[in-house]
């Protein structure tokens, strides 16, 4: 299956980043092909582990995702993204 989702990656300090806004999900990395590594491999860890306990399917939905045939494809797209100040 082929899970198709979006990967955001921020800088935080010395540390990168890599969030899935789908999922929730995120890891760090001292460099942002490091932290995209460990996202990915969290990822396959927890579809595994939902696999085998059976919530897989359920949980997808909950997060908006449709399987259709071997995809796993979700119709949430980022659209924009800004850096505002706001008053407080």
Not at 61 to 87: H, L, P, Y
Request: aromatic fraction near 6%; include cysteine; charged fraction near 35%.
């Amino acid at each position: 299956m082929r899970l198709h989702l979006t990967i955001e990656i921020l800088k935080k300090g010395k540390w990168y980043l890599a969030r899935t806004p789908e999922l929730d999900f995120i890891s760090q990395g001292r460099t942002q092909e490091e932290a995209k590594k460990n996202l990915l491999e969290v990822i396959k860890i927890q579809i595994k582990e939902m696999k085998k306990m059976g919530t897989l399917k359920e949980y997808l939905q909950e997060c908006g995702f449709e399987i259709k045939d071997d995809n796993i494809i979700t119709n949430t797209e980022m659209v924009g993204f800004e850096r505002s100040a706001v008053t407080v």
